[in-house]
């Protein structure tokens, strides 16, 4: 009978066969990444409510999927169409306000400066600035097609991320158990056990993001209290929400309050609205930086058991290599890839990869331990002896 049995070099050649159509695959198919990661990173954001409802509530796993994925998705379409008319008029009301000001700029400088011998003529300075502002907000025609191609380019990817979104949340227990057959039999309650592992670090990941949100909302709020800025508690609320997207977020919730300033002041410093706007994006500037250096690298690093050294040079690299959604997922993809190299490095020495570290046995003193006060001075009473009248 033929032995139908691969040879070893057979074997080899197919495998790197293989892997070369999947490294070509990928790269042709390189520009999907982002979306899909992204729909996974929102999916991992949503499946814990999913848990929580399946096992405090005994909600059946689909229902409770279904019940998160469209609630979720209603307010991610009904927030921002709330809030666009409202921006939209401040948005206009700050263009206006400028205008305003170069128009008292323009007026200011429309008579010569004199410094000694030397006049200065800088009424033309504002009517180009001026222009150019106007420009700037005014697209031109021939952008109209880049915009409406860029727009479409984007509807279509941000379609692709609510589908694969729904599909994540919904079916995640499927795509994990076909992931996990892929293995050999003999090894796949390693992979489930690797997977619990893997698991517990996103979910400590996303403990110490919670923990950063709130101590960036409660800071916020305080501090913007303090200066007398109005709506300062929705506006910290805002800034810790926005803080568990890196570097954007926390922009965008100080950029809403420095237009805040702008137009509203303070509601006791007597300053004017631009040094009071300048205040807030100082204090901004200091805060943001305490956050990024030491907070941030502090709680992240201490929830996947990482130096917060590694965890600030790993953020601080995505952001430049990657951009934002690398800064956001870099610290729990090095603390899987660390728990997947304990994992080879254990069964590439023979060792069990998930045998429980030895506990530290406390040495043995002769001492023996304190006695409570009364039992104290019961013995020394006895062991003294009585004097002798």
Same mark, same amino acid.
């Given at each position: ?24 695959? *990928? ?64 948005? *206009? ?273 002769? *001492? ?22």
């Amino acid at each position: 009978m033929t032995d139908k049995t691969w040879s070893t070099p057979t074997r080899f050649f197919v495998l790197g066969l293989i892997i070369a159509f999947v490294i070509a695959v *990928a790269w042709w198919m390189r520009e999907l990444f982002e979306p899909l990661i992204l729909a996974g990173v929102i999916a991992y954001l949503l499946y814990p409510l999913v848990d929580f409802l399946r096992t405090r509530l005994r909600m059946n796993t689909k229902v409770a999927a279904h019940l998160v994925y469209f609630t979720a998705l209603i307010l991610m379409i009904a927030l921002p169409g709330s809030l666009v008319p409202f921006l939209s008029r401040q948005a *206009a009301q700050v263009t206006t306000d400028l205008l305003h000001t170069l128009d008292q700029i323009e007026a200011t400088l429309a008579r010569p400066v004199s410094l000694g011998i030397v006049t200065l003529h800088l009424e033309d300075l504002v009517p180009e600035l001026k222009r150019s502002f106007t420009t700037f907000l005014t697209p031109l025609p021939e952008d109209a097609w880049h915009i409406l191609e860029s727009t479409s380019r984007g509807a279509l990817w941000f379609l692709v991320v609510i589908v694969t979104t729904y599909y994540f949340v919904t079916d995640w227990d499927r795509v994990r158990e076909w992931l996990i057959r892929l293995a050999p039999q003999e090894y796949q309650p390693d992979m489930r056990r690797l997977y619990v592992e893997i698991k517990q670090v996103w979910l400590a990941y996303l403990r110490g993001q919670l923990t950063l949100m709130v101590i960036v909302g409660i800071t916020f709020s305080i501090l913007w209290s303090i200066i007398g800025l109005p709506g300062a508690v929705l506006l910290g609320i805002i800034g810790g929400l926005l803080s568990i997207i890196p570097d954007v977020g926390p922009f965008a919730a100080t950029a809403l309050a420095v237009i805040v300033a702008l137009l509203e002041g303070s509601t006791w410093m007597p300053v004017n609205n631009f040094l009071f706007a300048l205040i807030v994006a100082g204090l901004y500037v200091v805060l943001i930086n305490v956050k990024n250096v030491w907070l941030r690298p502090y709680i992240l690093g201490r929830s996947v058991h990482m130096h917060e050294g590694v965890v600030f040079v790993a953020i601080i690299a995505a952001v430049v290599f990657t951009g934002i959604l690398g800064a956001f997922i870099i610290v729990p993809v090095l603390a899987s890839l660390a728990a997947i190299g304990r994992y080879l490095r254990a069964r590439l020495l023979g060792l069990d990869p998930f045998a429980a570290p030895p506990e530290e046995e406390t040495p043995p003193t002769s *001492a023996s331990p304190p006695l409570p006060k009364r039992l104290f001075w019961q013995r020394r009473k006895k062991e003294t002896p009585h004097d002798e009248n």
